[in-house]
C-alpha cells in the first residue's frame, strides 16, 4: 500500500530564512506527487505537482521541490520564507490506478518568525 | 472561474442525528472527492464520485454516504453521527479521474457532534 510520511511535525523558522519541509513516499511505480498548502480554516491550495520529466519542480509562492527516485524523497524548498508562509503543508501521492484518491502525509505545520 | 464550493461553513449537531454536507465543483469538472479532516488523523479519504457513479470509497463504514447528482454537484451524508466524527470535511474536485487531473479543495465543513 502507497504511504507518505512527513518526519517533521513541526517547523519554526525566522523570516527571509530558507526552508525545506521533508516528504518520503513509499509506492512500487512512478508517482504522481504533489504538494498543498492549508492556511487555518482554509481548504487546500495545490503549489506544485510532479509527474515526469524535470525532477525540480517550481510551483507557485515561490516554492520548488525535487523529486529523488532513490531517496523516495520530494522535499519542498523556499530559499526565503515570508510571514504568510505560516500554513500547514501537506505531501500526497496519487496511487497508480484508476481515479485519485490520494493518500496525504500527515503535514508539516510552519511558523514564521518575525 | 469560481472555485469549489461547500455548505454549509459550520455545521453543529448532536449524537445520532444526520448531517448532509454539499458541494458544488468547479464548472467543468466530473470527479468529486471527499476527505475527511480529523484532529490528529490528517487527511483520510471518504469517497470519489464520477458521472454520477460512486467509483472508490475509503475505509469508513456503511453510515458515510453521498450522492452525485447530473450536474456533478455532490451530497455527503453521515447517519447515526458519532463524537468521532467531529472534523473538517473537505471536497476536491477534478476535470476527469486520471492521474493526472489535479484536485482543487474547497474550504470544506466543520462538522462538530455534541
Known amino acids: 500500500a502507497q504511504s507518505v510520511t512527513q518526519p517533521d511535525i513541526h517547523i519554526t523558522v525566522s523570516e527571509g530564512a530558507s526552508l525545506e519541509l521533508r516528504c518520503n513516499y513509499s509506492?512500487?511505480?512512478?508517482?504522481?506527487l504533489f504538494w498543498y498548502v492549508q492556511s487555518p480554516g482554509q481548504g487546500l491550495q495545490l503549489l506544485l505537482k510532479y509527474f515526469s520529466g524535470d525532477t525540480l519542480v517550481q510551483g507557485i509562492k515561490g516554492f520548488e521541490a525535487e523529486f529523488k527516485r532513490s531517496q523516495s524523497s520530494f522535499n519542498l524548498r523556499k530559499p526565503s520564507v515570508h510571514w504568510s508562509d505560516a500554513a500547514e503543508y501537506f505531501c500526497a501521492v496519487a496511487p497508480d490506478n484508476y481515479g485519485q484518491n490520494f493518500v496525504f502525509g500527515p503535514g508539516t505545520r510552519l511558523s514564521v518568525l518575525p | 472561474e469560481a472555485g469549489v464550493t461547500q455548505s454549509p461553513t459550520h455545521l453543529i449537531k448532536t449524537r445520532g442525528q444526520q448531517a448532509t454536507l454539499r458541494c458544488s465543483p468547479i464548472?467543468?469538472?466530473?470527479?468529486v472527492y471527499w476527505y475527511q479532516q480529523a484532529l490528529g488523523l490528517g487527511l483520510q479519504f471518504l469517497l470519489w464520485y464520477d458521472e454520477g457513479e460512486e467509483r472508490n470509497r475509503g475505509n469508513f463504514p456503511p453510515r458515510f454516504s453521498g450522492r452525485q447528482f447530473p450536474n456533478y454537484s455532490s451530497e455527503l451524508n453521515v447517519n447515526a453521527l458519532e463524537l468521532e466524527d467531529s472534523a473538517l470535511y473537505l471536497c476536491?474536485?477534478?476535470?476527469?479521474?486520471?492521474?493526472?487531473?489535479?484536485?482543487?479543495f474547497g474550504p470544506g465543513t466543520r462538522l462538530t457532534v455534541l
Open positions: 464548472s467543468g469538472h466530473t470527479s
Open positions: 509506492y512500487g511505480a512512478t508517482p504522481y
Open positions: 476536491a474536485s477534478s476535470l476527469g479521474p486520471q492521474r493526472l487531473d489535479t484536485q482543487y
